[in-house]
Each structure stands twice: as C-alpha cells, then as structure tokens.
C-alpha cells in the first residue's frame, strides 16, 4: 500500500524556522508532482507549494521568500523549509502526491495526515 508520512511539525516562536519532511513509501513506479498544502482552524485547506518531478517550483503569494520546497527523487520525498514565520502561518501542513503505483501503474493522488505547525510566542 502506499502511503504520505510526514514529519517535523511543532511549536515554534514568531520569526523562526521549521523543516517539515514527507516521505512516500510502499510500492511506488513513480511520483510525480508532490507538494505541501495547509489548513487553518475554520478556513479551508489552500496550496502552500508544489514541485514537479523536474523541480519546478510554485508558491502562494503568502509564503513567496520564506518557504522552499524541494525534493529527493531517490528517496522519494519532499521537504518544506519554512524561515520567517508568522502566526498566520499557523494551520495543519499536509503533503500531496501523485504517484503511479508499481505492476499495474495506477494512478493514485495521495494526502498525509497532517502535521501541525504552530506559531506563537
């Protein structure tokens, strides 16, 4: 079965900095596009960043200079490297993939379970 773990998420203070980690696993032939999407209490879930298998980029205007996306093809995973953070950044983070799986290439777009990540002093 495949399946999104992430990792990395926290408390951290106005200002600061946080890697999030979201690793794909299970019988996997490729992954394609992967990126990090977020949700607020009471607001709806909005894209963060997306990266392709080429390593093309793509960011919300609100995260544009103080997030990165960037991923290991190798290891299948994908990381989010968030500077400056705000307390509007605050919001539970979920990595997306989608990966055609091994032997019958289906295709199948996949959501972690969530890691929250919290700003605050």
């Known amino acids: 079965q495949v399946q999104l773990v992430e990792s990395g998420g926290g408390l951290v203070q106005p200002g600061g900095s946080l890697t999030l980690s979201c690793a794909a696993s299970g019988s996997i032939f490729r992954v394609n596009g992967m990126g990090w999407y977020r949700q607020a209490p009471g607001k709806q879930r909005e894209l963060v960043a997306t990266?392709?298998?080429?390593?093309?980029?793509n960011y919300a205007d609100s995260v544009k200079g103080r997030f990165t996306i960037s991923r290991d093809n190798a290891k299948n995973m994908v990381y989010l490297q968030m500077n400056s953070l705000k307390p509007e950044d605050t919001a539970v983070y979920y990595c997306?993939?989608?990966?055609?799986?091994?032997?019958?290439?289906?295709?199948?777009?996949?959501w972690g379970q969530g890691t929250l990540v919290t700003v605050s002093s």
């Open positions: 990266i392709t298998s080429a390593g093309s980029t």
């Open positions: 997306n993939a989608a990966i055609n799986a091994a032997y019958t290439l289906q295709y199948l777009e996949l």
